[in-house]
């Protein structure tokens, strides 16, 4: 007698979408055949930086000694020479008033951005720009943090003022969360601008968390922390990795700078809920921090990237793009003409192997197609050797001029 099959068993699992980035990279591979990263692709929407020497950059290294020392469990809060460090690379950098005990090292930049809104008290909003890093929006979505968005649009410049960050006391504690240098637009705040919104928002009843991952790429880079006179009495986070500036993502090595009391936190939930960071890891970021080759890296990036920011605008806006870029970080932020909008630009892209970041995806709304980035795109010249340029331009030329493809 046959036995009966047996009956799938519903989920487990809460649903959780990809963020926007992996939505495009899977839309992608679904047309064209192949991944994004493979020969004869391009690309244009995702945000890693090049992995080889640059012009007047320090080399990266190509191997590291694991001893037996290595193979033990890691430290919660870090390797204490990689805490030290990246202190130190904020005093050399800033004199900035940072130790050691202010440093948690995370796997990349990401979880210890989770790890914060993970335990932010209850009661605190977030305030967040309207035009925004993509998985911000998913993580407090998956949280189910409260959050207030401050408009950034073409109307301010996408440039929300300190004041529109800082809000009304009336909303009570609030967290004011952003990237800088931004990530799609590459507006960065500096100097005065930015001693202001940490004086305004990084004590009291408010906070700022600040992303730095783009802090190499910008003619003067500049952190948060340089403006901060008592870290350990302030409610200011910054984030920051080896991702970008040191050249190194697939080291999966981050960290967060805070007060003592907020670290003792992230090293308590790091004993029960990460369990470390791999040694080898640690220990090639402890390399690539060497004073004298941060001071390289510095110089080499700020200057290779904005040349390949230069160069990318200038052939964009022949194209009729308008730009509204800002200065720093390694992305174009893009006005589409003619009422044509992302989705349809990347339909015409995906058939000729390439892909930008379309707008809706940046929008920390989420309003889909009716978003009023539509019409915007990030392209990300990040990963892209300057041998790359003329076939980059001539696609988007081809794919601008081209009918909207019906897929």
Known sequence: MPQAMPQSSPCFLRYVAPMGIYETLY???ATFGSAMGQPHTHPWSQGYPRTEQLPGGPS???????SSQDLMYPKAWGL????????????DSYGANV?????????????GLIALLLFLQADISVRISETEYTPYYDMLKAFQRKHTIVPSNVANGFRPSVADFLGSAEEGRRLILLSNPCNPTGHTRNGAELKALVDATAYGDTGLLV??????????????????DNLNESNLFVCGAATKGLQAPGL????TIASKRNIDILGNFASFGIGGVAHPSQNMAVALLEPQRVKQARAAIASYYASQRARYGAAFESLGLKLHSGDGGFYHWCELPDGLTAAALNRNLFVRGAAILEGPA??????????????FFRFSFG?????????????????????????
């Open 27 to 29: 839309a992608f591979q």
């Open 60 to 66: 990266l290294p190509t191997s590291i000694a694991v």
């Open 80 to 91: 204490p020479a990689l805490r030290e460090a990246i202190a130190r690379s904020y005093r």
């Open 99 to 111: 130790a050691a005990e202010n440093v948690m090292v995370f796997a990349g930049g990401r979880p």
């Open 211 to 228: 992303d730095e991952a783009y802090e190499y790429f910008h003619a003067q880079p500049e952190s948060a922390l340089a403006h901060v």
């Open 252 to 255: 999966r090595i981050g960290w």
């Open 362 to 375: 940046c929008d920390m709304a989420r309003r889909g197609a009716q978003s009023p980035l539509a019409n």
């Open 383 to 407: 990963p892209l050797a300057p041998s790359s340029f003329d076939t980059d331009i001539e696609l988007l030329s081809q794919a601008l001029r081209s009918p909207v493809s019906i897929l």
